[in-house]
């Protein structure tokens, strides 16, 4: 079994500190790097590197990371929002707001149900202290059942049938497809419209016959999605709402 460990560092990005984890991997074969709003900066680098090595690589890519850190807002570290009642969460582009109450006696398992303007979250005892794993359960719930879904309705407009698909977590990545033709899709997809979801699904159907990013690819995307440049602006535009 592989094993990973994590450090916390402070270094100069941008001329200001800026907090990172280096993450130490028996799986990673070179240093590599990135930054999100779950994780911050992250670098991660085979056991056998040093400190130096993470240094090096920060001050190759120094601009472009303080670029990063500013947009996700994580010079300090991963901030992450409080799931009490009263948030707003996006759910398939709607703003809906939390409302958290506990189970009946004798109830242990969440229900969670959405109307309107309102996400109603029933949770025992455990949960109302940290609500997050069942937002998050329910969440990847709801995306399996609309992404395959989406998938299902949208492979014939292709004409290439995907072998699976998976829902993840993926934290670079919206969605990709394998050589084999697997499709995987992050889960807090399920939370941007209906047509940004389509696109991203077409995008990931349309690399089945295409397995690249040539004009044959893009033909094929642009004639079944012409808007999906628009909808990826959505999701960079967005990025930060669609987490918990």
Excluded: N
């Amino acid at each position: 079994m592989s094993r990973i460990d994590e450090m916390t560092h402070v270094a100069l990005i941008g001329g200001r500190p800026a907090r990172y984890r280096i993450r130490r991997s028996d799986r990673a074969r070179r240093v590599s790097m990135r930054v999100t709003s779950d994780d911050g900066l992250v670098v991660v680098m085979p056991r056998r590197c040093g400190l130096s090595d993470a240094g090096r690589i920060l001050a190759e890519f120094d601009k472009w990371i303080a670029r990063q850190l500013e947009r996700y807002g994580v010079r300090e570290g991963p901030v992450r929002r409080a799931v009490a009642t009263g948030r707003e969460l996006l759910v398939l582009g709607e703003p809906r707001r939390l409302e958290l109450a506990p189970l009946p006696d004798g109830r242990r398992r969440a229900r969670i149900d959405m109307q309107d303007g309102t996400l109603s979250a029933l949770l025992a005892g455990p949960d109302l202290l940290d609500p997050r794993p069942a937002i998050e359960r329910w969440l990847r719930a709801l995306a399996r059942e609309v992404i395959v879904g989406r998938v299902l309705d949208l492979w014939p407009q292709v004409g290439r049938t995907p072998r699976k698909v998976i829902i993840g977590d993926r934290s670079t990545r919206w969605g990709s497809c394998s050589p084999s033709g697997v499709l995987s899709f992050c889960y807090r997809l399920v939370m941007a419209p209906l047509p940004v979801i389509d696109s991203i699904v077409l995008h990931e159907l349309c690399h089945l016959p295409h397995h690249d990013h040539g004009p044959r690819f893009q033909a094929l995307l642009t004639r079944l999605c012409p808007e999906h440049r628009r909808h990826r602006a959505w999701l960079r535009a967005h990025e930060g709402e669609l987490r918990l």
